[in-house]
Every structure is written in structure tokens, then in C-alpha cells.
């Protein structure tokens, strides 16, 4: 793992991204009455002694929703706080202000600069009931008995343990210590218009098309942007990589120098920051094919527009968040702060999030608040037996429709690269600052 002084965690928690408090659901408002779907109720809970606690959450806007928090707080008995931030101001926030937060909501990729600052306290995976049924990648590092360490990136279990209780080191085999406790992943493509396109995409490469020049867009967020700049330049045959997760100085110097290249020549519209504006590319038309992500291109659907999360041949490029606590806490707040992760991971927010297009760290206990036919489509690739509804109330595929990329062994069985953080982290954020100010 890098070694980085105060002033690189802080310089880099500062420059890992942006703009993802609205990005992969954004704020949502309560769900109308009668919404098809509901779920069930969520599980019952003790909270005689935690009743008077209240949890404060930084995090992305993945979490930061009103309608988790308000069921949280009915099933569990105590206050929840959020504050929605961008990916930096919550790395930041995470290791500059330990103040300021009791549960820390981001994603493993940001654990390199998060933990060497002391400000998580390791979690006991015995206290956590649904610990053994967690998504194997997230704690033995295999997937459907396979190893998963060819791939590249930030996976993450290079990050999910420590040492032990007081370690700030990870554990390349698992503890009874994790870093984070997982409850929501993805893996992600591009997005684009088939309406508006002159063929299929199938591969990454296709963002360079000359055919779309004017009418490409690539997200505006440097951990994350460059993972698929790799992976376009990779497949178009441009340059390749030692590790696309951890690039050197000299693999960033060309690829930025190939990205700025692309832009003299028009072949990109625009950079997207956040889900609103990706959502506005893609549905004005303004932008035909792009870096996007699940719930975005639902959203480009639900207003009745065409949009493909295409699955393409080189594999997805992966991400994971989890929920971790503020070393600070104890007592009745650390009571309340396990009682969170397990209703976290009893299946009603798995299910919630399922419906948006991402899957759960216990898919067996979302299951349990999914109907079949939720189910069957978004988990087992199915067509769709009847319309699928998003937690809204937002018809976002009519009956008959197979989600993109097929089903989840499909898809997060193809995963070539996590989210990542680099030894020369610094050092890409200024190279990926100079592309888009080019």
C-alpha cells in the first residue's frame, strides 16, 4: 500500500473526486403513497438503550438519502444526521475533522488515505449477524470460488481488514478487524443513446469513435475518470498498462498527453461532475455516449428516452462503499452505530438500492424484500415479468425488458479494474487537471 505524510493524505483526500454527493442517486424525496413494490417492513430492534443517540453521517450521495434515514429512525428508535459532501470534501472531512462525524459512508478506494489517519476505529466482524452471508469479493477475495485478484484497482479485499483492533495496516488475509462494513456496489460502463448512435456499442475503445466526434463525455472525477480513460485507450490499442489501478508517472504522462490530444480534436461535448449533469448530457442529446452511471441512465429511461448500459467486451470497471465509525465512539453510540450496520444489512436498504440498479452486500437478505420479479430481473438477469418501478414510484422498464449486461454473476464476474487510489495520486490529479484545462 503508498506511504503518505499528513500533508499527502490531506492533498489527495482533497483531490480524489468531486461532486458525488448528488452523483449515483442524488437527494431523493419520500416515496408517493401506494408506490407498486413497497417493501416489507424492517426488521425489529432493541433500542431501550441507544434510544437517546443520535448518529452523525458524512458521506456521498449514495447514502445521504431521506427515505433510509427516515426508515433507520422508525425501525431503530434513534436520530440520524447526514450530510451529503462530495467525494473530496468526505475524505477530507474523514481525516482532517474526526470531530465532526461518527459514521464515515465511502468507498474502499478512499481507505489508503482515510485509515493511516487514525480516525476509524476498526470494527468487530463478530458483532455483525449477517457478516458470513456479505458478498464473498468484500471478505475471502473470491467470486464464485474463484480468486479475484486479477483485477486491477483498489478491490476491496487489498483494503477490507486490519491487523488487529489498534492496526492502521490492512491484513492481506482477512481478521476479526474491518476497515468498512459493505452494503452497496456496482460495476460500471458507458451509457449511451441507441436512438441517437450509428451502431452498437460493445466496447470501451468506441468512446474514441470518430463517428461520435463532438458527442463524447468522460466524469470529471480523477480516481475515477482515469480508470476509464484506461480502459478506453487500453482497448483502442493506444498504450497499455502495468496495472491500471496504480499507474507510474510515466503511464499518466501518456495518457493524459492522449486525452489531450482527443479533446483538440473535438472528440469530447463535455466533463461531468455529478449524476444531474451526466443525466442532462445524455437526455438533451447533447452527449451520445459517455462515461454514466446505473441509476443515471435509469433516470435518461424514465423520462421516456432510450439508454443503454452497455455491456462491453473488455469487462466493467468496479466500485464499493461501506459504512465505518469514528474511533471516538463508544458506549450507548457505538451500541447504536452496530445496531445501524446490521438493520443496514438486513435487506430493506439492500432492496431500496436494488431498484436503482445497484446490488447488495447480503443479495439473499435484499431478496427477502424484493418481489420474484424484482428479483429475477435485476439480480438474475430475467426479462421482466411485469413493469420494474424504481423506489419512487418511476416506471424505468416495461415488462419484457432484460437489464443491461444480464445478471449479477454476468456482470460482477467481469470485472477488470476497481476504483482506486495510486501511489502517485498527487501527482495524476495534476495531470488530470492540465487534461481538462487543456
Given at each position: 500500500?503508498?506511504?503518505?505524510?499528513?500533508?499527502?493524505?490531506?492533498?489527495?483526500?482533497?483531490?480524489?473526486?468531486?461532486?458525488?454527493?448528488?452523483?449515483?442517486?442524488?437527494?431523493?424525496?419520500?416515496?408517493?403513497?401506494?408506490?407498486?413494490?413497497?417493501?416489507?417492513?424492517?426488521?425489529?430492534?432493541?433500542?431501550?438503550?441507544?434510544?437517546?443517540?443520535?448518529?452523525?453521517?458524512?458521506?456521498?450521495?449514495?447514502?445521504?438519502?431521506?427515505?433510509?434515514?427516515?426508515?433507520?429512525?422508525?425501525?431503530?428508535?434513534?436520530?440520524?444526521?447526514?450530510?451529503?459532501?462530495?467525494?473530496?470534501?468526505?475524505?477530507?472531512?474523514?481525516?482532517?475533522?474526526?470531530?465532526?462525524?461518527?459514521?464515515?459512508?465511502?468507498?474502499?478506494?478512499?481507505?489508503?488515505?482515510?485509515?493511516?489517519?487514525?480516525?476509524?476505529?476498526?470494527?468487530?466482524?463478530?458483532?455483525?449477524?449477517?457478516?458470513?452471508?456479505?458478498?464473498?469479493?468484500?471478505?475471502?477475495?473470491?467470486?464464485?470460488?474463484?480468486?479475484?485478484?486479477?483485477?486491477?484497482?483498489?478491490?476491496?479485499?487489498?483494503?477490507?481488514?486490519?491487523?488487529?483492533?489498534?492496526?492502521?495496516?490492512?491484513?492481506?488475509?482477512?481478521?476479526?478487524?474491518?476497515?468498512?462494513?459493505?452494503?452497496?456496489?456496482?460495476?460500471?460502463?458507458?451509457?449511451?443513446?441507441?436512438?441517437?448512435?450509428?451502431?452498437?456499442?460493445?466496447?470501451?475503445?468506441?468512446?474514441?469513435?470518430?463517428?461520435?466526434?463532438?458527442?463524447?463525455?468522460?466524469?470529471?472525477?480523477?480516481?475515477?475518470?482515469?480508470?476509464?480513460?484506461?480502459?478506453?485507450?487500453?482497448?483502442?490499442?493506444?498504450?497499455?498498462?502495468?496495472?491500471?489501478?496504480?499507474?507510474?508517472?510515466?503511464?499518466?504522462?501518456?495518457?493524459?498527453?492522449?486525452?489531450?490530444?482527443?479533446?483538440?480534436?473535438?472528440?469530447?461535448?463535455?466533463?461531468?461532475?455529478?449524476?444531474?449533469?451526466?443525466?442532462?448530457?445524455?437526455?438533451?442529446?447533447?452527449?451520445?455516449?459517455?462515461?454514466?452511471?446505473?441509476?443515471?441512465?435509469?433516470?435518461?429511461?424514465?423520462?421516456?428516452?432510450?439508454?443503454?448500459?452497455?455491456?462491453?467486451?473488455?469487462?466493467?470497471?468496479?466500485?464499493?462503499?461501506?459504512?465505518?465509525?469514528?474511533?471516538?465512539?463508544?458506549?450507548?453510540?457505538?451500541?447504536?452505530?452496530?445496531?445501524?450496520?446490521?438493520?443496514?444489512?438486513?435487506?430493506?436498504?439492500?432492496?431500496?438500492?436494488?431498484?436503482?440498479?445497484?446490488?447488495?452486500?447480503?443479495?439473499?437478505?435484499?431478496?427477502?424484500?424484493?418481489?420474484?420479479?424484482?428479483?429475477?430481473?435485476?439480480?438474475?438477469?430475467?426479462?421482466?415479468?411485469?413493469?420494474?418501478?424504481?423506489?419512487?414510484?418511476?416506471?424505468?422498464?416495461?415488462?419484457?425488458?432484460?437489464?443491461?449486461?444480464?445478471?449479477?454473476?454476468?456482470?460482477?464476474?467481469?470485472?477488470?479494474?476497481?476504483?482506486?487510489?495510486?501511489?502517485?495520486?498527487?501527482y495524476l490529479v495534476q495531470k488530470w487537471n492540465e487534461f481538462i484545462a487543456a
Open positions: 500500500m503508498p506511504k503518505f505524510t499528513r500533508r499527502r493524505l490531506i492533498q489527495t483526500g482533497l483531490a480524489t473526486g468531486a461532486a458525488l454527493a448528488t452523483a449515483r442517486c442524488g437527494a431523493q424525496t419520500e416515496a408517493p403513497e401506494g408506490t407498486p413494490n413497497n417493501p416489507a417492513p424492517g426488521p425489529e430492534v432493541n433500542t431501550n438503550s441507544i434510544k437517546d443517540v443520535t448518529l452523525r453521517f458524512i458521506g456521498t450521495g449514495v447514502a445521504q438519502i431521506n427515505d433510509i434515514r427516515d426508515k433507520a429512525q422508525e425501525d431503530l428508535g434513534f436520530k440520524i444526521e447526514l450530510k451529503a459532501l462530495s467525494t473530496e470534501e468526505n475524505n477530507q472531512i474523514a481525516i482532517t475533522q474526526p470531530g465532526q462525524y461518527d459514521m464515515f459512508d465511502g468507498e474502499y478506494f478512499s481507505l489508503p488515505l482515510v485509515i493511516p489517519s487514525g480516525n476509524l476505529q476498526a470494527i468487530d466482524v463478530k458483532r455483525i449477524k449477517s457478516f458470513d452471508k456479505i458478498a464473498s469479493f468484500f471478505t475471502t477475495g473470491k467470486f464464485n470460488g474463484l480468486p479475484v485478484e486479477n483485477a486491477q484497482g483498489t478491490a476491496p479485499i487489498k483494503v477490507m481488514y486490519l491487523k488487529d483492533k489498534d492496526s492502521q495496516e490492512f491484513s492481506a488475509t482477512p481478521t476479526d478487524w474491518a476497515t468498512l462494513i459493505p452494503f452497496q456496489y456496482n460495476a460500471d460502463t458507458l451509457g449511451y443513446r441507441p436512438d441517437l448512435v450509428t451502431k452498437e456499442i460493445t466496447s470501451w475503445a468506441d468512446l474514441f469513435d470518430p463517428a461520435f466526434s463532438g458527442k463524447t463525455s468522460i466524469l470529471d472525477i480523477p480516481s475515477i475518470g482515469i480508470m476509464d480513460a484506461a480502459l478506453v485507450v487500453e482497448s483502442a490499442g493506444l498504450m497499455t498498462f502495468g496495472d491500471k489501478g496504480n499507474m507510474t508517472k510515466a503511464e499518466i504522462d501518456q495518457i493524459t498527453q492522449i486525452l489531450i490530444d482527443k479533446k483538440k480534436e473535438g472528440q469530447f461535448r463535455a466533463f461531468w461532475k455529478t449524476f444531474d449533469e451526466s443525466v442532462n448530457l445524455m437526455s438533451s442529446g447533447e452527449v451520445i455516449l459517455q462515461s454514466m452511471w446505473s441509476p443515471a441512465v435509469t433516470a435518461v429511461k424514465a423520462q421516456g428516452i432510450e439508454c443503454v448500459y452497455a455491456p462491453l467486451k473488455e469487462g466493467y470497471r468496479a466500485w464499493g462503499g461501506g459504512i465505518g465509525m469514528s474511533a471516538a465512539m463508544e458506549g450507548p453510540k457505538l451500541d447504536a452505530a452496530y445496531a445501524y450496520m446490521d438493520w443496514l444489512l438486513d435487506g430493506w436498504v439492500g432492496a431500496f438500492l436494488g431498484r436503482q440498479g445497484y446490488y447488495s452486500a447480503v443479495p439473499e437478505n435484499a431478496k427477502k424484500f424484493m418481489s420474484a420479479e424484482e428479483w429475477d430481473f435485476w439480480y438474475e438477469g430475467k426479462p421482466a415479468a411485469v413493469d420494474m418501478v424504481d423506489p419512487f414510484g418511476t416506471t424505468l422498464e416495461k415488462a419484457g425488458a432484460v437489464r443491461d449486461g444480464g445478471s449479477f454473476e454476468e456482470r460482477m464476474g467481469n470485472v477488470v479494474v476497481w476504483n482506486s487510489t495510486m501511489d502517485e495520486q498527487v
